[in-house]
């Protein structure tokens, strides 16, 4: 059917957010997730900058999940929410699709238990037992989820958003197929290309003021 136009304001947000997490996430798993000889090659290149990367970009994507999990409202303030989204279908008068998405919902409001609990603890705030046991010896505080709990939450996520986009859209997207010319494949190229430029200018291939007198971006 078409998008009706009461939908299109929060259907395409959240289908937006959707995307974004799913991008954010290929390009965690690019750069993290692919080989220790990948990781090795980020640590040779810049360690301290890509720690902070990983760091961010897991945060990232667990706020994501955990917000599209959250509840329609908070007290009288309307949240942009998978919740929300149900809730704005139901003037559809689509009784079973609006039963199989309170579903569907439930299943991804679990998978995302964890996530939330470090939403709630660890990355929006700051629990006090928890941050302070963080930095105590012996600390046995995990410093994330895994890959496959957060692999867990985005199916869960596109097992709710299918049917949705099927009914309102009569398409489907490929979240895990998205591919650019300009995502963390791309970066491992220069950052290899890099690292051989180097080694061959200590070995006097290159001379050493060759990135100068060719004025390189950034200068």
């Keep these: 059917m078409p998008l009706p136009e009461s939908l299109r304001p929060t259907w395409e947000a959240l289908y937006n957010e959707v995307i974004a997490v799913h991008v954010h996430w290929i390009i965690y798993r690019q750069l993290f997730g692919e080989s220790e000889q990948r990781i090795n090659l980020l640590n ?51 009784r079973p699709l609006i039963d ?6 439930i299943e991804f409001r679990g998978s995302c238990g964890q996530i939330k609990r470090r939403r709630n603890t660890q990355i929006a ?10 930095y105590s010896s012996g600390s046995t505080v995990p410093l994330g989820p895994s890959r496959q709990e957060i692999e867990d939450a985005l ?5 709710f958003m299918e049917p949705i986009e099927s009914y309102l859209t009569s398409s ?16 491992i190229l220069v950052l290899q290309q ?16 060759d990135l100068r007198n060719a004025r390189p971006f950034g200068s």
């Design 155 to 159: 199916g869960a996520l596109r097992r």
């Design 44 to 94: 040779a290149s810049a360690s301290s900058f890509f720690s902070v990367i990983q760091a961010t970009l897991l945060d990232d994507v667990q706020l994501t999940l955990s917000k599209l999990a959250d509840p329609a409202a908070t007290g009288s303030k309307a949240n942009a929410t998978l919740e929300r989204l149900i809730s704005e279908m139901a003037t559809l008068s689509e």
């Design 125 to 134: 705030h700051y629990d006090h037992a928890t941050l302070l046991q963080q």
């Design 172 to 187: 489907a997207t490929a979240y895990r197929r998205f591919v650019s010319r300009a995502d963390g494949e791309a970066l």
């Design 194 to 209: 890099g690292l051989r430029y180097q080694e061959l200018q200590n070995n006097g291939v290159i001379p050493w003021d």
């Design 100 to 105: 199989k998405l309170k579903e569907l919902l």
